[in-house]
């Protein structure tokens, strides 16, 4: 265990981050389906991070953590890694806030986010920001990304923001939560997407700071259950790089800090398929006429899932209650998504 060794972020730090960001991100919306509600025989609140700035959660973490820094570390820049959206998010907060980013991507990653980072560097660059603005790929099968991120840092002197496994990343990202809550009141149960986990952690401090009764959901794809076994086994566990349409939840390991808050405040960790990703991707744009990436699509797919039990004690535990779903982001390419729901189609056409 990990909480007696490492400073883990309260309610307190993310009301801090909440000021950092006032004015700054998003007040995002929070929307209600009449065909969510019934599918689940519960009241559904859906906080919409795919209308963030850069279109997703990652907005809040990666701004609090750049806007902590003091002067001499936004002189010298900062390095990360990600698959999209904290890449996105790195790069935006730079340009806000006048910080040099060097940014580790996967060659594979959604065009859509690669184009997008590479435009906020360059715009970084025109604002007259001293030092480097790249981006760097890497072959996220073969290479240690973390060790990259290490090398560059010592090697140019950069502070590292990671995508999750950080402080005031946590903090940032538990604003989202905050704010539902705030909107909506007391809720019974939350779902939370999971990757690298500082989403979820950030939700569930608010969560549970708030209304310690609250269930607290996270939500991984089915092929990359890195957290579940880690919650079972006591300690992080280590896999390879799963093999999912959820590109910001192929994580090989949640974060240490995240795992500590988790292993706390989290009541349990779903799993989902990637076909039941599309099927919720597929009900936000339908229904509620709105584009979700794969992963920002895991947490309803989760509460869909435990629903959809029957007479389950999941399922009798949410009917008639309050539950909220965090849509983390919509950042797919349009291409990618048509393919999708063609696939979806073809296959129900054949049954």
Same mark, same amino acid.
């Given at each position: 265990?990990?909480?007696?060794k490492?400073?883990?972020?309260t309610?307190?730090?993310?009301?801090?981050?909440?000021?950092?960001?006032?004015?700054?991100?998003?007040?995002t919306?929070?929307?209600?389906?009449?065909?969510?509600?019934?599918?689940?025989?519960?009241?559904?609140?859906?906080?919409?991070?795919?209308?963030?700035?850069?279109?997703?959660?990652?907005?809040?973490?990666?701004?609090?953590?750049?806007?902590? =820094? @003091? +002067?001499?570390?936004?002189?010298? &820049?900062?390095?990360? /890694?990600s698959? *999209?959206?904290?890449?996105? #998010?790195?790069? %935006?907060s730079?340009q806000?806030?006048?910080?040099?980013?060097?940014?580790?991507?996967?060659?594979d990653?959604?065009p859509?986010?690669?184009?997008?980072?590479?435009?906020y560097?360059?715009?970084?660059?025109?604002?007259?920001?001293?030092?480097?603005?790249?981006?760097?790929?890497?072959?996220?099968?073969?290479?240690?990304?973390?060790?990259?991120?290490?090398?560059?840092?010592?090697?140019?002197?950069?502070?590292?923001?990671?995508?999750?496994?950080?402080?005031?990343?946590?903090?940032?990202q538990?604003?989202?939560?905050?704010?539902?809550?705030?909107?909506?009141?007391? =809720? @019974? +149960?939350?779902?939370?997407?999971? &990757?690298?986990?500082? /989403?979820?952690? *950030?939700?569930?401090?608010? #969560?549970?700071? %708030?209304?310690?009764?609250?269930?607290?959901?996270?939500?991984?794809?089915?092929?990359?259950?890195?957290?579940?076994q880690?919650?079972?086994?006591?300690?992080?566990?280590?896999?390879?790089?799963?093999?999912?349409?959820a590109?910001?939840?192929?994580t090989?390991?949640?974060?240490?800090?995240?795992?500590?808050?988790?292993?706390k405040?989290?009541?349990?960790?779903?799993?989902?398929?990637?076909?039941?990703?599309?099927?919720?991707?597929?009900?936000?744009?339908?229904?509620m006429?709105?584009?979700?990436?794969?992963?920002?699509?895991?947490?309803?797919?989760?509460a869909?899932? @435990?629903?959809?039990?029957g007479?389950? &004690?999941?399922?009798?535990a949410?009917? *008639?209650?309050?539950?909220?779903?965090?849509?983390?982001?919509g950042?797919?390419?349009?291409?990618?998504?048509?393919?999708?729901?063609?696939?979806r189609?073809?296959?129900?056409?054949?049954?």
């Amino acid at each position: 265990m990990f909480s007696d060794k490492l400073s883990l972020p309260t309610i307190t730090d993310v009301q801090t981050a909440a000021r950092r960001l006032q004015g700054v991100a998003h007040r995002t919306p929070v929307l209600t389906s009449r065909t969510a509600n019934e599918l689940m025989g519960a009241e559904v609140f859906f906080k919409c991070e795919n209308l963030q700035r850069m279109g997703a959660f990652k907005f809040r973490g990666a701004y609090n953590a750049m806007a902590a =820094l @003091d +002067a001499a570390q936004r002189q010298a &820049g900062v390095v990360c /890694f990600s698959s *999209g959206n904290h890449a996105q #998010a790195v790069a %935006l907060s730079g340009q806000l806030l006048g910080v040099a980013t060097v940014i580790l991507m996967p060659q594979d990653a959604p065009p859509l986010k690669l184009s997008a980072v590479r435009q906020y560097a360059a715009g970084n660059a025109a604002l007259g920001v001293t030092g480097p603005s790249e981006v760097i790929l890497y072959d996220r099968f073969k290479d240690d990304r973390e060790a990259m991120m290490e090398h560059l840092a010592r090697e140019r002197g950069l502070t590292r923001i990671p995508p999750y496994d950080h402080f005031d990343v946590v903090a940032g990202q538990g604003t989202a939560a905050l704010e539902l809550l705030q909107d909506v009141g007391p =809720l @019974d +149960a939350l779902y939370v997407c999971l &990757g690298g986990g500082g /989403f979820l952690a *950030g939700s569930a401090v608010v #969560a549970k700071g %708030l209304h310690p009764a609250m269930a607290v959901y996270g939500v991984e794809p089915l092929a990359g259950n890195d957290a579940q076994q880690s919650l079972a086994a006591g300690h992080v566990v280590r896999i390879d790089t799963p093999q999912t349409i959820a590109d910001g939840a192929q994580t090989q390991s949640i974060g240490e800090i995240n795992f500590a808050l988790i292993s706390k405040t989290v009541d349990a960790v779903r799993t989902v398929t990637d076909a039941a990703l599309v099927d919720a991707m597929h009900f936000f744009a339908e229904r509620m006429k709105m584009i979700v990436e794969p992963t920002g699509a895991l947490a309803w797919a989760g509460a869909l899932a @435990d629903g959809a039990s029957g007479a389950s &004690g999941a399922a009798a535990a949410l009917r *008639g209650k309050r539950i909220g779903v965090m849509i983390s982001g919509g950042n797919v390419d349009l291409g990618t998504f048509s393919r999708l729901m063609a696939e979806r189609q073809q296959s129900r056409d054949k049954v």
